[in-house]
């Protein structure tokens, strides 16, 4: 069972910054992509970003495309989400997962492991 924490989250005002942890068990480093996923209240879940096994192809959601990034280190077994220029919109619990298939499948597919999720809130 793989486990995913997730650290970060809280409130910002429109136009601040947050940054998302993920930290992952010792084993998942380097065995799967791992991504970012959130739901807003009274919406489904979405993908928001991914990035491959050893951080080298990342891909994104165009509504956060050039203002969120994603990255890892597989060395501290973390992955991180840096949202900046945030939107009231971005408001939602934001979760971690990681699975065996491609950073480019998580847009389509359901990853295999979940993080319990964070709270992120942005006030206009």
């Known amino acids: 069972q793989e486990q995913l924490v997730e650290s970060g989250g809280g409130l910002a005002q429109a136009g601040g910054s947050l940054r998302l942890l993920c930290a992952a068990s010792k084993r998942t480093s380097g065995s799967y992509a791992m991504g970012w996923f959130r739901q807003a209240p009274g919406k489904e879940r979405e993908f928001v970003a991914s990035i491959s096994r050893y951080g080298r192809s990342t891909y994104y959601a165009d509504s956060v495309k050039g203002r969120f990034t994603i990255s890892r280190d597989n060395a501290k077994n973390t992955v991180y989400l840096q949202m900046n220029s945030l939107k009231p919109e971005d408001t939602a619990v934001y979760y971690c997962?990681?699975?065996?298939?491609?950073?480019?499948?998580?847009?389509?597919?359901?990853?295999?492991?979940w993080g319990q999720g964070t709270q992120v809130t942005v006030s206009s």
């Open positions: 997962a990681a699975g065996t298939t491609t950073a480019q499948s998580f847009s389509s597919m359901t990853p295999g492991y």
